[in-house]
Each structure stands twice: as C-alpha cells, then as structure tokens.
C-alpha cells in the first residue's frame, strides 16, 4: 500500500460527505424529524466509516502504526450507517411524514456477526440508493433517478471487491477507481435531487 493510494481513498469520503450535506438540505422539508435524524445520522456514520478506513491506509503507508481498529470499525460502521439511511429514505418516500420522531425506533440493535452486516449493507443501500431513485423519479428529475441506481450498483461492485485479494495493488486500484466512480454518480444525482442542476 502506497501513499498516494490512501491520498486518492479519501476523494470517494469527501464526495459522499458533499453529496449527504446535498441530500440532508435537500431532504429537511420533505421528512419527518424522525426520519430526518435516521437519515443525517445514518449519513454521518457512512463518512466516519470511510474517514477511518482512509486514514488507517494513511498511517499504515506512511509507516507511523498499523491502528487495525480503525480498519475493523469500518464495515460495521458502514453498514449500520446505511441501513440508518436507507430506512429514513424508505419513511420519505412511501410513508407519511406528519409523526415527528415514528421512525427513531426503527434503529436496529448493534449484533456481531459477518452476515448481519452485510444484509445491513445491502438492505441500507438499497433502501438509500433506490428510495432516492424513485423520489427523483416522482419528482421528474428522470437523470438523477438513474443515477441513484446506478451509485446502487457500484456499492454492489464495491462489496464484492472488498472480498477480494487486497494484497495486490492492482485490486487496491481498481476499488478505488469503482469508489470514486460511484461517488460521483452519487454527488452528481444530489445535486439535480436539489435542483442546483439541470436536470429532465
């Protein structure tokens, strides 16, 4: 692991924070103050979650120390971070908003486990990604809805690169060449979401 590969893993972080502070602005007057709180707190985990997984890479490059915790807090942080936003989106979009704080008891319970985790990643995206996708579909912003799938199936991608062999630099590269890709799909639909773009 190189320095600038961990340099380049902190660009997908700061496009996915720019992209939730997008979405939150955007979100306030639709949602619930229930779901609003899932929502900013499940986005907030997600950029804690890449923050600590690039910085372990930092420190781990530049030869100060290897804080595997960091490492380790990553993917369940994540995944809990999601499924937090996917839920609140899922409350957006199909549910009524007028119950201020409904779906703060929604939040589930923090298990060990592997697969827990990556149901929760799943589900979370997919609740996320697709929720937003049909909330800018309803809202005639068709672009930004097939972008919102899209950002979708490169966290797919993303997960399934992460099962992979990370030993070898070339892997390293190209999870981070889908991440950057994914999180500019996902910056790029937030802001037609917004309406700071053009977008039919």
């Known amino acids: 692991m190189s320095i600038p590969m961990a340099l380049v893993d902190f660009i997908p972080v700061i496009a996915f924070a720019f992209s939730a502070v997008t979405l ?35 420190l781990y490059a530049a030869n100060i120390c290897d804080f595997e915790r960091l490492n380790q807090a990553f993917f369940p942080t994540q ?52 929720g937003l996708g049909i909330l800018a579909w309803r809202e005639k912003k068709k672009v930004s809805a097939v ?3 899209l950002t979708f199936v490169f966290l797919m991608m993303m997960g399934y690169l992460s099962s992979r062999d990370f ?5 390293n ?16 639909a937030a802001q037609g979401l917004a309406g700071k773009t053009y977008d039919r």
């Open 167 to 171: 030993t070898q630099a070339s892997m």
């Open 147 to 149: 972008l919102f799938f």
């Open 79 to 130: 995944s809990l971070g999601f499924l937090l936003a996917g839920i609140a989106v899922i409350a957006i979009v199909f549910f009524p908003q007028k119950k201020p704080g409904v779906m703060a008891a929604a939040a589930p319970t923090v298990f060990s486990g592997t697969m827990v985790f990556v149901a929760g990643m799943v589900l979370g995206a997919l609740g996320f990604c697709g």
């Open 173 to 188: 590269w190209i999870a981070e060449g889908v991440n950057i890709i994914g999180q500019g799909l996902l910056f790029v």
């Open 24 to 58: 939150q602005r955007a979100l306030y007057e639709r949602a619930s103050k229930g779901a609003f709180a899932l929502f900013a707190g499940g986005t907030i985990f997600i950029v804690c979650a890449g923050f600590m997984k690039a910085l372990w890479k930092l």
